[in-house]
C-alpha cells in the first residue's frame, strides 16, 4: 500500500513539472503571444520573454500578427515609428576597455569625496518644545572594490556623514543669534584601474516595422492588425527570446499585441543563418550631413559562409524620416544601390506611392501623402533581394549599400534613414516542383484587405512558385464550401520564390452548408504534373458579403471644388460600364436615378488628385456620394468622403448572396476636423427625422444649438470663431439615436 501511495504521487510530481505536451504534426499550429495590449508611450521601449517552439521541429511558415490599438489614454494623434526586435543572443563573448573606481558613492564615482565617519547632527528649532533640537546629518553609503581579480566586486562600506555646513544657534523665542561650523573629519580620493567588461554579443534582428496612423479619431477600442511573414528568421525564433518593441513616438501613445504563429511542416528552402549587416535603430543613420555622412555607417561588411549554404538572401527594411531640403527624408524619393563583392547587382527607391490607398481611411492627419517606403497605419515595405547567383558557398562575401548623394543646408533638421538589413542564407530548394496559396485578397473579410472588399464576382489570390523549376501553368480550383467549385488554369512564368496576383473568374455562391461564409482556394498541378507539397496548395479565409440593392435607385453625388480630378461609373461582372457622368461642374449635386438588370456590380469613384472628396488639408471644398432610395426617404448605401484615392464598391441587383447587409443606420461627419472655426455637418438618415444638433465646450457647457427636420439629409454649416481654440464635442439627438463627434478647434 505505501509502495502504491508514492507511485501515485511520483506521477502527480512528473506531471506538475512537466506540463501536457500535444505531439503535432505537418500542418499543425503553435500560437504564442509575447506582448500583450502593453501600453506604448514617449520614445520607450517594451522588452519581452517570448518563450518558442526548441529547435528541432520544421515550420513551413511563421506569422507575427502585428496589431496596435487604442490604450486607455487614447491613440496618439501622430504617425510614429515602431519596430519590433528579436534581441538575439549569438554566443560570440566581445569585451571593452572600462575603468573600475576604488569607490562609490550613489552609483558615481567622484574624484573626492569629503565627510565624517562619526555621526553628526543637523540643529533646528523645535517648536513642539520651544527649545533647540537636533537630527542626524545626511549620510551615504561608500562602496569599497578592492579586488584586483574582481575589480567591480565590492569588499566593503562605509557610512559617510555630511560635512561643511553650519549649525544654528537659537535664543529662548527661536531666533537665529548665531552658528557654528560642522567641517569634515575624513576624506577620500579614488583612483581607477584600467580593466575589461566582458560581455556576450546581442544583435537586434528587426522583424517588423508599422508606423502609427494619425489616431485622433480612433476610440479606446480601436485596433487594427497587420500580418507579416517572418518564416525566412526561423533561426532565431528558438526557445527562448526576449523581444523588444519600441516606440519612437513622443506622446502617448498605442498599444501593442505580437502573436507569433508556427505552423509545421517544410519550407520552400531551410534557413540556416541570420545574419545582421546594418541595424541603424530607432534614431536612424544621418543623411545629408556633410560632417557626419551615412556612407559612415553604410560600409562593407564581409561575412564567411559555410558550404552548407547554399541559398542567399537581403531582407532590408528602410524607412525616410525628417524634412530637410527637399523634404528629405520622409517625402523625398532617393534610391540605394547594393555592391556584391565591388560590384553593383541591385537598385530600387525607397518610397512608397499608394498612400491614397491605405486600409486606413480619414484618419487625423496627411494619410494620403506619398512617403519613403511608408504610410501612416501601414506597413513599412520589406525588400527581399535573391544575391545567390552572385554567392558562393564556402567563401567569403563583401556586401556594401550606397545611397543617392544628398546635401542638406536647412538649420534644425537632422533628414534620417531607420534602416535594418539582414544576410539569410538557407540550404538547397526542398522541393523541384511545388505551387502554393499565398494570400486570398478578394473575397477575405480581413480589415486590411477592405479596400478590395466585399465582392460578388471574380475572386483575386496570390500564388508562389515553391519549387526550383519554373512555374508556367497551374490549376487553381476555388469556390465558396459547400458550393460547386470554379475552375481556373493559369499560365505564366515564376521563378522560383516569385508570386503573382492572380484574378480568377465567375463563382458559385450557393452554398448547401453552414460555411457559406467560408472561402477556399486551391492550387494543383504545377507545369502539368503533381505538386511535391500538399501542404501549402490550400488557403480559407471566412468572408463578408455584399450588399442587395434595388434595381432602381438614386446616385445622389455632390461635386467638390475640383471636380477635374473626379470621375465615376457603374461597371458590370463583364467589365462594362452600365452609367458614368462625364460632365461635371464644381460643387454641384448631381441626382441620377439608375436601373439595373439583376447582376453584380461595381461602383467605382477614382479622384486623380488622390485626396476624395474632402481633404482637410487641402481648398478643394466637400464633396460626397450616396445611393438613395428612389422612391422614397431614405439612404441605402453611404461612401466616405474622404477616401484617398478611389472607392471600389460591389453590390448585386435582383438576388442574394447571403443576408443583406443595407444600411439603415444614421452616419454623421463634421469637416474639417481640425478647424481655425468654420466647419461644416453632414447627416444621413434612413428617413427624414427632427434633429437637434449641440456644440458643447471640453467641460460640456453648451456653446450652440440648433433644430433641423424635414429632410434625411441634413448639411449645416457652423462658425466657432470667437471661441476658444481646444476640443468640443458636436452632439445629434433624435428619438432614435445619439451620435458624437469630437471636432479640434485650432487658434
Same mark, same amino acid.
Given at each position: 500500500m505505501n509502495y502504491m501511495k508514492k507511485l501515485i504521487t511520483f506521477i502527480f510530481t512528473l506531471t506538475f513539472l512537466f506540463p501536457a505536451v500535444s505531439f503535432s504534426g505537418i500542418g499543425d499550429t503553435t500560437s504564442i503571444r509575447v506582448h500583450d495590449a502593453v501600453h506604448m508611450s514617449w520614445w520607450g521601449e517594451y522588452k519581452v520573454w517570448g518563450v518558442f517552439p526548441p529547435a528541432g521541429t520544421s515550420y513551413r511558415r511563421i506569422n507575427l500578427d502585428f496589431t496596435l490599438g487604442c490604450p486607455p489614454t487614447g491613440c496618439s494623434d501622430w504617425d510614429y515609428t515602431v519596430q519590433v526586435e528579436a534581441l538575439h543572443k549569438t554566443g560570440a563573448i566581445d569585451s571593452v576597455v572600462v575603468m573600475a573606481p576604488f569607490y562609490t558613492i550613489s552609483n558615481t564615482s567622484?574624484?573626492?569625496?569629503?565627510?565624517?565617519?562619526?555621526?553628526?547632527?543637523?540643529?533646528?528649532?523645535?517648536?513642539?518644545?520651544?527649545?533647540?533640537?537636533?537630527?542626524?546629518?545626511?549620510?551615504?553609503?561608500?562602496?569599497?572594490?578592492?579586488?584586483?581579480v574582481n575589480p567591480f566586486t565590492v569588499t566593503d562600506s562605509l557610512l559617510l556623514y555630511t560635512g561643511?555646513?553650519?549649525?544654528?544657534?537659537?535664543?529662548?523665542?527661536?531666533?537665529?543669534?548665531?552658528?557654528?561650523?560642522?567641517?569634515?573629519?575624513?576624506?577620500?580620493?579614488?583612483?581607477?584601474?584600467?580593466?575589461?567588461?566582458?560581455?556576450?554579443?546581442?544583435?537586434?534582428?528587426?522583424?517588423?516595422?508599422?508606423?502609427?496612423?494619425?489616431?485622433?479619431?480612433?476610440?479606446?477600442?480601436?485596433?487594427?492588425?497587420?500580418r507579416f511573414d517572418i518564416t525566412d528568421l526561423a533561426p532565431i525564433l528558438q526557445d527562448s527570446v526576449e523581444i523588444r518593441a519600441f516606440y519612437g513616438g513622443w506622446s502617448d501613445g498605442f498599444s501593442i499585441t505580437l502573436d507569433f504563429h508556427f505552423i509545421e511542416g517544410t519550407p520552400p528552402r531551410t534557413p540556416v543563418q541570420v545574419r545582421n549587416i546594418y541595424s541603424s535603430g530607432p534614431g536612424g543613420f544621418p543623411y545629408g550631413n556633410v560632417s557626419n555622412p551615412i556612407e559612415n555607417y553604410l560600409v562593407p561588411k564581409t561575412f564567411n559562409l559555410s558550404s552548407s549554404e547554399v541559398n542567399s538572401m537581403i531582407r532590408f527594411i528602410p524607412t525616410g524620416h525628417g524634412a530637410g531640403t527637399q523634404n528629405c527624408a520622409e517625402f523625398c524619393l532617393k534610391n540605394y544601390r547594393?555592391?556584391?563583392?565591388?560590384?553593383?547587382?541591385?537598385?530600387?527607391?525607397?518610397?512608397?506611392?499608394?498612400?491614397?490607398?491605405?486600409?486606413?481611411?480619414?484618419?487625423?492627419?496627411?494619410?494620403?501623402?506619398?512617403?519613403?517606403?511608408?504610410?501612416?497605419?501601414?506597413?513599412?515595405?520589406?525588400?527581399?533581394?535573391?544575391?545567390?547567383?552572385?554567392?558562393?558557398?564556402?567563401?567569403?562575401?563583401?556586401?556594401?549599400?550606397?545611397?543617392?548623394?544628398?546635401t542638406n543646408s536647412v538649420g534644425g533638421q537632422n533628414p534620417n534613414y531607420i534602416m535594418a538589413a539582414q544576410l539569410i542564407t538557407y540550404s538547397a530548394p526542398n522541393f523541384s516542383v511545388d505551387a502554393s496559396v499565398?494570400?486570398?485578397?478578394?473575397?477575405?473579410?480581413?480589415?486590411?484587405?477592405?479596400?478590395?472588399?466585399?465582392?460578388?464576382?471574380?475572386?483575386?489570390?496570390?500564388?508562389?512558385?515553391?519549387?526550383?523549376?519554373?512555374?508556367?501553368?497551374?490549376?487553381?480550383?476555388?469556390?465558396?464550401?459547400?458550393?460547386?467549385?470554379?475552375?481556373?488554369?493559369?499560365?505564366?512564368?515564376?521563378?522560383?520564390?516569385?508570386?503573382?496576383?492572380?484574378?480568377?473568374?465567375?463563382?458559385?455562391?450557393?452554398?448547401?452548408?453552414?460555411?457559406?461564409?467560408?472561402? @477556399?482556394? @486551391?492550387?494543383?498541378?504545377?507545369?502539368?504534373?503533381?505538386?511535391?507539397?500538399?501542404?501549402?496548395?490550400?488557403?480559407?479565409?471566412?468572408?463578408?458579403?455584399?450588399?442587395?440593392?434595388?434595381?432602381?435607385?438614386?446616385?445622389?453625388?455632390?461635386?467638390?471644388?475640383?471636380?477635374?480630378?473626379?470621375?465615376?461609373?457603374?461597371?458590370?461582372?463583364?467589365?462594362?460600364?452600365?452609367?458614368?457622368?462625364?460632365?461635371?461642374?464644381?460643387?454641384?449635386?448631381?441626382?441620377?436615378?439608375?436601373?439595373?438588370?439583376?447582376?453584380?456590380?461595381?461602383?467605382?469613384?477614382?479622384?486623380?488628385?488622390?485626396?476624395?472628396?474632402?481633404?482637410?488639408?487641402?481648398?478643394?471644398?466637400?464633396?460626397?456620394?450616396?445611393?438613395?432610395?428612389?422612391?422614397?426617404?431614405?439612404?441605402?448605401?453611404?461612401?466616405?468622403?474622404?477616401?484617398?484615392?478611389?472607392?471600389?464598391?460591389?453590390?448585386?441587383?435582383?438576388?442574394?448572396?447571403?443576408?443583406?447587409?443595407?444600411?439603415?443606420?444614421?452616419?454623421?461627419?463634421?469637416?474639417?476636423?481640425?478647424?481655425?472655426?468654420?466647419?461644416?455637418?453632414?447627416?444621413?438618415?434612413?428617413?427624414?427625422?427632427k434633429v437637434t444638433i449641440q456644440i458643447t465646450d471640453a467641460l460640456g457647457r453648451l456653446v450652440h444649438s440648433v433644430e433641423s427636420e424635414g429632410t434625411d439629409n441634413p448639411v449645416l454649416d457652423f462658425d466657432l470663431k470667437g471661441n476658444k481654440a481646444g476640443i468640443y464635442h458636436v452632439t445629434a439627438v433624435s428619438n432614435k439615436f445619439v451620435l458624437t463627434r469630437k471636432l479640434l478647434v485650432n487658434p
Open positions: 567622484p574624484d573626492t569625496i569629503f565627510g565624517n565617519l562619526n555621526a553628526v547632527y543637523v540643529t533646528f528649532w523645535n517648536t513642539t518644545i520651544n527649545a533647540t533640537d537636533s537630527i542626524l546629518a545626511n549620510s551615504s553609503w561608500v562602496y569599497i572594490h578592492n579586488d584586483p561643511n555646513y553650519y549649525n544654528h544657534i537659537f535664543d529662548n523665542t527661536g531666533a537665529i543669534i548665531d552658528s557654528i561650523y560642522v567641517g569634515y573629519a575624513n576624506a577620500l580620493i579614488n583612483s581607477f584601474t584600467t580593466t575589461y567588461n566582458v560581455f556576450e554579443v546581442v544583435e537586434r534582428i528587426e522583424l517588423a516595422r508599422v508606423i502609427t496612423p494619425y489616431g485622433g479619431y480612433y476610440n479606446n477600442s480601436w485596433r487594427n492588425t497587420i547594393i555592391k556584391v563583392d565591388g560590384i553593383q547587382q541591385l537598385q530600387r527607391s525607397v518610397w512608397k506611392n499608394d498612400c491614397g490607398l491605405n486600409h486606413l481611411m480619414h484618419q487625423a492627419g496627411t494619410w494620403i501623402y506619398d512617403r519613403a517606403n511608408w504610410c501612416p497605419g501601414d506597413k513599412a515595405l520589406i525588400h527581399e533581394f535573391e544575391i545567390t547567383p552572385f554567392v558562393t558557398p564556402g567563401n567569403g562575401v563583401t556586401l556594401d549599400f550606397d545611397m543617392d548623394a544628398y499565398e494570400e486570398i485578397i478578394a473575397p477575405n473579410s480581413d480589415f486590411y484587405f477592405n479596400r478590395s472588399n466585399a465582392i460578388c464576382q471574380n475572386p483575386v489570390i496570390v500564388i508562389k512558385n515553391t519549387g526550383s523549376t519554373p512555374l508556367t501553368s497551374a490549376t487553381i480550383t476555388y469556390g465558396i464550401k459547400g458550393a460547386t467549385p470554379s475552375v481556373f488554369n493559369w499560365t505564366g512564368n515564376l521563378d522560383f520564390n516569385e508570386m503573382v496576383q492572380v484574378q480568377l473568374g465567375t463563382i458559385d455562391w450557393n452554398s448547401l452548408t453552414n460555411e457559406s461564409d467560408r472561402f @477556399y482556394a @486551391y492550387v494543383s498541378g504545377p507545369n502539368g504534373i503533381q505538386d511535391q507539397n500538399a501542404w501549402n496548395d490550400t488557403m480559407t479565409v471566412k468572408i463578408n458579403f455584399p450588399p442587395q440593392h434595388p434595381s432602381t435607385f438614386v446616385l445622389l453625388f455632390k461635386t467638390n471644388l475640383a471636380p477635374f480630378e473626379t470621375s465615376y461609373n457603374i461597371k458590370d461582372d463583364q467589365g462594362n460600364t452600365v452609367f458614368s457622368n462625364g460632365t461635371l461642374a464644381a460643387n454641384t449635386i448631381y441626382r441620377d436615378t439608375v436601373t439595373l438588370a439583376p447582376g453584380c456590380y461595381t461602383f467605382n469613384v477614382n479622384d486623380s488628385g488622390r485626396d476624395g472628396l474632402y481633404f482637410f488639408a487641402n481648398n478643394d471644398g466637400t464633396g460626397y456620394t450616396r445611393f438613395v432610395n428612389a422612391f422614397g426617404p431614405g439612404v441605402i448605401q453611404y461612401f466616405e468622403a474622404d477616401f484617398g484615392t478611389n472607392i471600389r464598391f460591389q453590390f448585386t441587383v435582383g438576388y442574394l448572396l447571403n443576408t443583406p447587409q443595407v444600411e439603415s443606420d444614421s452616419r454623421m461627419e463634421v469637416f474639417p476636423n481640425p478647424t481655425s472655426g468654420k466647419f461644416t455637418l453632414d447627416l444621413s438618415m434612413p428617413s427624414p427625422e
